[in-house]
């Protein structure tokens, strides 16, 4: 059986690819729409691909509307604005949430409608250029043709695709990073290892994205403590960026599955920020989905040897899930209940979650089947 295999046409990596990328910026209009958030502006890195842009005579708007958890207002919000400005490309600068707004909104310039009805659905007429620029490492959206936007109405996330929306240009530059609190470290770095083991236990996996998956998981877990310890540290900086890069192509091509179908609606109800719902839920997803992936969980146990050649599958999946478990403990992952989500509340909306997380199509790739009842079970174990 073939497999197909995408990731952006051009990625641009390391110290100073901002300013590297001149050429990209020059190639992909007269017009740019930044997309970015209110925090990016203030912290300067806005200006900062601005000032390139000023330098080389491209005009360009300015969206920063975006939060957390971008809903389809914020992007009929962009739309507005591409189209009054007369813009003719995007850049997507920040998180996950900027990059996938930036696709989004991309998305509506050239196919008729609202989001609501591209959900599910493949997007395939063609967008204007798009140049990614992340400042996180983590949601490797700069590698997907995926965008996750909220229905500001319904409550629920919207998952549009099509490979028209992978970015045209990925600028991968890890100084953007330096600065990140630890907040902005854990929760998009446990993201881009959700994305490295679930797309490496999917049953979309192929032996491309296995290759990614491995090296993204040894990344990981090796540099993520680090730079949530010590943010400087420049070569544990560098390293994530290109865990989450890798991961992100990962899913890309192999999908997620059931950690990423049941965050969604925690996220969406909930606003707990999507790479710690999907740290909280880990430990129980992938318990549940071990016993159909031994071998799989196994071999990730021992690429980041805490567990031996000797060791039965059973016994180095096992193994690895505790190493899973632990990481998140030194990101400091707090428990629902400790995050402040009420717990009248969550059990009171347990069953919609259940049938959006199932809905969503992600826990359809996990190697194990995944009944109602599962999820259900898996959502009463976080609060235990």
């Known amino acids: 059986m073939s497999s197909n295999f995408v990731m952006p046409k051009q990625i641009i990596s390391g110290a100073g690819a901002l300013n590297d990328a001149k050429d990209v910026f020059k190639k992909a209009g007269k017009k740019a729409l930044i997309v970015s958030g209110k925090v990016m502006e203030k912290v300067g890195n806005v200006a900062k691909v601005t000032k390139i842009l000023d330098e080389l005579s491209i005009e360009y708007a300015i969206y920063t509307d975006i939060t957390g958890e971008p809903t389809d207002v914020m992007i009929e919000g962009g739309l507005k604005v591409y189209k009054e400005e007369n813009c003719d490309f995007l850049i997507g600068l ?187 839920l880990m430990k129980e997803c992938f318990s549940f989905a071990l016993d159909g992936a031994y071998e799989r969980f196994a071999d990730l146990g021992r690429a980041i040897k805490v567990a031996a050649e000797t060791d039965s599958d059973k016994e180095a999946a096992e193994k690895f899930l505790d190493a899973v478990e632990n990481i998140c403990k030194v990101c400091e992952i707090p428990t629902l209940e400790e995050y402040g989500v009420d717990r009248e509340k969550f059990f009171a909306s347990v069953d919609k979650m259940a049938d959006d997380a199932l809905a969503s199509g992600s826990p359809g790739n996990t190697i194990k089947d995944v009944t109602k009842d599962d999820v259900l079970k898996i959502y009463d174990a976080l609060w235990k």
């Not at 994530?240 to 192509?249: K, P, Q, S």
């Open 94 to 280: 920040g998180g996950g949430s900027p990059l996938d707004s930036m696709k989004a909104i991309a998305a509506l310039v050239t196919n008729p409608g609202k989001i609501p009805d591209y959900m599910g659905k493949i997007i395939t007429n063609e967008v204007p250029p798009m140049i990614a620029i992340p400042t996180t490492a983590g949601t490797g959206s700069e590698a997907t043709w995926f965008t996750i936007i909220t229905d500001s109405e319904k409550d629920i996330k919207m998952l549009l695709k099509g490979p028209v929306l992978m970015p045209d240009v990925a600028i991968i530059d890890y100084t953007f990073t330096l600065t990140s609190p630890k907040s902005v470290t854990a929760a998009p770095g446990l993201d881009a290892l959700t994305h490295a083991i679930e797309g490496y236990t999917s049953r979309k996996a192929q032996l491309l994205t296995d290759t990614f998956a491995v090296s993204a998981v040894k990344r990981i877990f090796k540099y993520l403590p680090i730079a949530y310890n010590d943010g400087s540290n420049e070569e544990a900086r560098e390293q994530m960026a290109l865990a989450a890069l890798e991961a992100g192509v990962v899913i890309n091509n192999s999908s997620v599955t059931i950690v990423h179908g049941m965050s969604r609606p925690i996220g969406a109800l909930f606003h707990v920020p999507h790479g710690m719902s999907n740290a909280m």
